[in-house]
């Protein structure tokens, strides 16, 4: 047993913060934010730093990566509120990678770790607010169970900005061309867990944030003459808000270590669902502490304590909020 | 990371497991799941069945009877010690008293008392809180003069736990009563409570148990080999102390047990969600402080370094749900019963909410990460 990234983990998600801090300022993703939503050129470095390839099995151009192995990349995403659509991606990749077939294989997951492709994933028959269809290339949907592979730009309805500026579009079948794609709901529910464990990671990441900018206007920001950070009254809180902060990354260890290491899904299930209760509490508590400390600022668009708000209320309900895990825990 | 046991974990625990079930003893562990009162001579039998196997201070230096366990192996002993359900041991001698005289004492301090305390032919207690000083610790009054080879010892000490058992007290006492620098002025000294001078006398807390006391010192002859560390240097040493204590308030394998022991006996009511989902965000909690605690263990194996101040969050979260369990089998237990077994979880209740108010009150713990880790 052991509690911390390898070097190679610590390495990489130490490069990912260094580009992300000179490349994907708040400014930077402002103006990918008013443009199309994703940038072409980060997607690229992403690649070159091997990030679309990471998870995937070597004979397929990927690394091989684990869970773990991604975990550090996650929070730094979270950190720096990236909206790229990595985690559809990643997603989808899995399921081609455990139930597709060689040909599939061969043609998806190079072309996705070389950063060629885009991938999306609907979780459900309905369609609805598929999370990076509308720059995705190919999209995994559900048919009463199973799996199909469609063109995404075949299938693609309307496109939006969900609450915290990600892509997400609704799709229709109407008869597109499909491709079946083995796995069925097993593989769904997995990649679900899969794609969960990462939204925990992701989370923990923003809330770091939070935490650290909120201790940071503590310190500086004066009234009554004094820094409000030396009021008992926002100390406490503000404690409270890094308990919760630890107490969730220790869930999201729990989490993104189950998916790689557990060969029962009803003990990996148990375990995601209880890192997602805990994720989405303290997601919640974590923001709005964060938002009511900045007092009028934390309200403020200019702030990205308000966009690491708006990211946290979306990551706290992704793949089921707090209330969806407890039924799911309490039934597994 | 990895959050699995390895093999080689796994084995070790089984050996504890299977020493443990051979050799707890059931008259012991059946008081301890039916709630009773645990006499001291229950307390010193189960302490002296772990000395002589070798395992009652696995955190101490080899040469004092460590059993030189990393720390992985060291929680999973005391997890198991919390489900296998056995009496605790208490802090006092072997988890406070111990690592300060390791730390701070003579040799001969440590050849007098380590071993003593290591077979439970001493019975310790702390002497920290008046009734003036509480959460203002550094304020505290009990004046200790030096009289050639002597302290002359005069104050009152209060809240202490298990006086009524001790054959010895550690205590923080002034020294220095010019009054400058308050915190310089206080030394560290070991006395005797069979020294003349010294009264005891029982606090009944509401549970209506007699755990707690009021120790009194009038004009007590305290040789001055008895102080630990230099004169004025005790709140150094008390501050070394709560680091060790507030790493071991967060008792997570006793929280375990009574996690698992409330399933067990709410199974009635889990159709009732709002009782299911309460359990299980305390169940979540207890998960995530578990792996928090085992990061704080991992990071100081690591960095060998001793814990920093935001292990007060330990305390805070440990404690939470130590009440947050009490709750529960209230709630569980079933209001119209009048058996033993109901009214000791009520008065378990009663009882539990010490643990936010001792050794440092939570809010306490909140201001040292706040001024410590945060800065502010």
């Known amino acids: 047993m052991n509690f911390d990234y390898n070097e190679e983990q610590q390495l990489l998600a130490d490069s990912v913060r260094r580009f992300l801090q000179s490349k994907y300022q708040f400014e930077d993703r402002k103006r990918i934010i008013a443009g199309d939503g994703w940038s072409p050129q980060v997607w690229a470095t992403f690649a070159e730093m091997g990030l679309t390839g990471l998870p995937l099995p070597a004979e397929h151009g990927g690394f091989g990566g684990g869970t773990v192995d991604l975990m550090g990349v996650m929070e730094a995403f979270g950190e720096a509120l990236v909206v790229e659509p990595y985690l559809p991606t990643l997603m989808a990749a899995r399921l081609v990678a455990r139930g597709g077939s060689d040909a599939q294989k061969q043609a998806i997951l190079p072309a996705v770790a070389e950063g060629r492709l885009k991938l999306a994933v609907a979780l459900d028959d309905t369609g609805r607010a598929v999370l990076g269809l509308p720059v995705a290339d190919k999209v995994v949907v559900t048919k009463a ?28 079948l109407a008869g597109a061309p499909a491709e079946p794609l083995g796995g069925g709901r097993e593989a769904l529910e997995e990649a679900v867990d899969f794609a969960a464990a990462l939204v925990c990671a992701e989370a923990v990441g923003a809330m770091k944030f939070a935490c650290d900018t909120t201790l940071e206007y503590l310190k500086t920001r004066k009234q009554f003459g004094v820094p409000i950070g030396t009021f008992q009254a926002l100390q406490h809180r503000i404690v409270e808000m890094y308990i919760s902060y630890e107490q969730a990354k220790s869930m999201a260890c729990l989490a993104c270590s189950k998916i790689d290491s557990s060969e029962d899904p009803l003990d990996r299930a148990r375990s995601v669902s209880m890192a997602k209760i805990k994720i989405a509490d303290s997601a919640r508590h974590v923001s709005q502490e964060a938002v009511q400390l900045h007092g009028g600022m934390g309200m403020s668009e200019e702030l990205k304590v308000s966009h690491a708000f708006r990211r946290l209320t979306v990551l706290a309900a992704q793949f089921g909020d707090a209330d969806y895990h407890l039924a799911r825990f309490a039934s597994l | 990371m990895d959050l699995n046991y390895s093999s080689e974990e796994l084995a070790f625990r089984d050996e504890v497991r299977s020493w443990l079930e051979e050799n707890l003893p059931v008259e012991l562990s059946k008081k301890v799941a039916d709630y009773e009162h645990l006499s001291k001579d229950d307390l010193l039998r189960w302490h002296k069945i772990l000395a002589k196997k070798g395992w009652v201070a696995p955190a101490w230096p080899k040469e004092w009877g460590g059993t030189g366990w990393n720390v992985v192996q060291r929680y ?56 003036g000083s509480g959460s203002d610790l550094a304020s505290l009054k009990t004046k200790a003069v030096r009289n050639g080879d002597h302290y002359v010892v005069n104050g009152q000490k209060i809240w202490t736990t298990l006086a009524h058992y001790a054959d010895w007290i550690f205590c923080l006492v002034r020294t220095d009563q010019s009054g400058e620098k308050r915190q310089e002025g206080i030394s560290f000294l070991l006395m005797d409570m069979k020294t003349p001078g010294i009264t005891v006398r029982p606090l009944i807390l509401m549970d209506g148990a007699h755990e707690v006391n009021e120790v009194f010192f009038d004009d007590v002859k305290v040789p001055v080999e008895n102080l630990v560390h230099d004169e004025g240097k005790g709140w150094t040493v008390a501050k070394y102390l709560l680091g060790h204590e507030r790493m071991n308030t967060g008792r997570i394998g006793e929280s375990k047990r009574q996690l698992a022991k409330l399933k067990e006996f709410s199974a009635a009511k889990m159709g009732d969600f709002r009782f299911r989902d309460r359990l299980t965000r305390l169940e979540v909690e207890l998960q995530a402080l578990e792996i928090t605690n085992l990061r704080f263990l991992d990071r100081m194996r690591r960095t060998g370094q001793p814990p920093g101040a935001d292990v007060s969050m330990l305390k805070i979260r440990g404690t939470e749900i130590q009440q947050g369990l009490t709750e529960l089998m209230m709630q569980a237990a079933d209001p119209a019963a009048h058996d033993e077994f109901s009214s000791a979880i009520r008065k378990k209740y009663l009882s539990t909410r010490k643990t936010t108010i001792y050794a440092g009150s939570n809010e306490i713990q909140r201001n040292i990460i706040a001024k410590m880790t945060l800065g502010l």
Do not use: H
Request: hydrophobic letters at 40%; charged letters at 20%; aromatic letters at 12%.
């Open chain 2, 76 to 131: 999973l002993f005391e997890e198991e010690l919390g489900y296998a359900g056995s009496p605790p041991l208490i802090p006092f001698g072997l988890s406070m008293c111990a690592p300060v005289l390791l730390r701070f004492g003579s040799d001969a301090q440590k050849q007098r008392f380590l071993p003593r305390i290591y077979q439970g032919e001493d019975f310790w207690c702390q002497g920290y809180s008046e009734p």
């Open chain 1, 145 to 172: 169970g199973s799996l199909l592979l469609v063109d995404a730009k075949k299938v693609a309805l309307r496109s939006f900005r969900t609450l915290d500026n990600m892509l997400a579009g609704d799709l229709a």
